[in-house]
């Protein structure tokens, strides 16, 4: 097996896109149900030659490749979604409602609003392609079902990270996949970390964290970009972890500290796991997409302490 292909169960593997060389960021998880696949998130529009590679490899093709499904729409998640189905037009794609019509016109409002908040980072990622609506299984509910040949997946809405947040577990083997909706884990680092752009919502992640506990899974499947055990232990260490970084980013401004860079310092003098990613050289490097996207998370913190301390 190739190094980018990381044959993680039986019946699930992770393909390592290594989107601009950036190494445990953007990988989506491979899972066979008998003669079928589903790839959880596809990834950018970049990314997308080297996933057909990597499932050419696995022998997956438009006639085995039933379904995707899509935590979220974000472009490191979906954004080469529309390219992946020019060559997969059989496979369906479960999404939450509110992702459909960005799917189907991702220049309205997806394109636009990926550029203006990511940058030239969003350019890198490259223009998502539009996709035809009858690819699309619009997820109405807050819950969701579905078999896949022997395979059983349970669907919950988990809002936080994204108001269109879906997370879903394999029942199977009690693996929840989670999308970002509980951080990041960085497998060479041993570390969790918290994934909260603005306008992260607090409230409901914690919320959904909690939802997906009542579930009792026993393993994590993290978009970004591990498999991990321990899943009821992980959960309850990402909420205390997103209350101290509330709690860290608080004080920071009430001190008068405000660039994110300064307020990550503070943030590593109270959590070792953080530490140990905001310690990594700034891009280029092997971490520079995780890195870039841990000093992001503080936007969504100030953004919080600042709505708290605005007049009403």
């Known amino acids: 097996m190739e190094k980018n292909i990381n044959h993680l169960d039986e019946i699930i593997w992770q393909l390592d896109l290594k989107v601009n060389n ?95 908040t990511l940058g030239w980072v969003a350019e890198m990622y490259e223009k998502p392609e539009p996709v035809k609506e009858e690819c699309l299984i619009s997820l109405e509910d807050k819950t969701f079902e579905i078999k896949v040949n022997d395979l059983e997946f349970s669907w919950v809405e988990t809002p936080g990270h994204a108001s269109h947040h879906f997370s879903f577990m394999l029942e199977n083997k009690k693996i929840m996949f989670c999308g970002d909706a509980v951080g990041m884990y960085i497998n060479s680092l041993d570390t969790m970390v918290p994934t909260t752009p603005a306008p992260y919502r607090m409230e409901s992640g914690i919320e959904s964290i909690k939802v997906m506990m009542e579930k009792k899974p026993l393993s994590l499947g993290f978009a970004h970009h591990a498999l991990r055990e321990n899943a009821m232990d992980l959960m309850q260490q990402h909420i205390d972890q997103l209350e101290s970084w509330k709690d860290c ?64």
Do not use: M
């Open 249 to 312: 980013v608080k004080e920071s401004l009430s001190k008068g500290i405000t660039e994110e860079e300064e307020i990550a310092k503070e943030i590593s003098k109270t959590d070792t796991p953080s530490a140990k990613l905001f310690s990594q050289s700034t891009h280029p490097g092997p971490y520079g997409g995780l890195r870039r996207a841990l000093v992001s998370s503080i936007t969504g913190f100030k953004h919080i302490v600042e709505q708290e301390n605005s007049p009403e």
């Open 22 to 116: 950036d190494r445990e960021f953007i990988a989506p998880y491979l899972i066979k149900a008998n003669d079928d696949y589903i790839v959880v998130d596809v990834g950018p529009t970049c990314g997308i030659p080297e996933l057909e590679r990597q499932l050419k490899a696995l022998n997956v093709n438009k006639n085995n490749l039933k379904y995707v499904f899509l935590t979220h729409i974000h472009l490191d998640h979906s954004g080469g979604l529309g390219t992946l189905l020019k060559n997969f037009p059989n496979t369906q794609v479960l999404v939450h409602r509110r992702g459909v019509p960005h799917l189907i016109d991702p220049d309205k409002v997806l394109w636009q609003s990926s550029v203006d």
